[in-house]
């Protein structure tokens, strides 16, 4: 089915790994912190965007004033201890390994890159791919396409020539801005 790509790019919350009801959890407990909760079902249409992007749409909707940088590191060093321990590979891991050595392959996250390289080490996945973009590397994140357009890039093969696999809107628009395929895992 894959076989007219010459790159293949994954998202990874969510859509190799299943990080979201860890993220989930670290949300709820640091803001629970400052007395701030937030509406699921919005946190839903964020998926993908940076964490501090994210902090900065939580503190607005509390009409809080706390710096989204620091709200956003300290949910990923939670985040970061509790991973390891809970986080299993999703099924479309199955594809990653099918096209391993076929087929160059990358991982395009909004997640930090130490997160991403921590998780995908930690489960035995990282060699299985040629390069991880993730939100530290670009400066304009999805549904901007950088993060897919860089994948492309350090896996040598172009945009055009590219699927991505995505489980968020913001993925699927940057996939798309970047002049690539996207299949919308969560249709699968």
């Not at 299943?18 to 079902?41: C, I, S």
Request: net charge negative.
């Amino acid at each position: 089915m894959y076989e007219r790509y010459a790159g293949l790019i994954f998202d990874m919350d969510g859509t190799i790994l299943d990080t979201e009801p860890t993220h989930r959890k670290a949300w709820n407990e640091v803001l629970g912190r400052y007395g701030m909760r937030f509406d699921e079902q919005s946190m839903v249409g964020l998926n993908g965007a940076p964490t501090w992007r994210i902090a900065q749409f939580i503190i607005e909707a509390n009409q809080g004033d706390l710096d989204p940088h620091a709200l956003a590191q300290e949910k990923t060093a939670l985040v970061k201890a509790m991973l390891l321990d809970s986080v299993r590979p999703l099924p479309l891991i199955d594809v990653v390994k099918e096209w391993h050595g076929r087929r160059p392959m990358s991982v395009g996250t909004g997640s930090e890159s130490a997160i991403a390289e921590a998780l995908l080490a930690h489960l035995g996945l990282r060699h299985y791919f040629n390069a991880v973009v993730a939100a530290d590397h670009v400066k304009n994140h999805k549904p901007a396409p950088d993060t897919f357009l860089l994948c492309a890039q350090q896996m040598g093969v172009e945009p055009a020539r590219c699927v991505v696999f995505e489980d968020a809107d913001f993925g699927i628009q940057a996939a798309q801005a970047a002049g690539m395929d996207a299949i919308d895992v969560r249709l699968l």
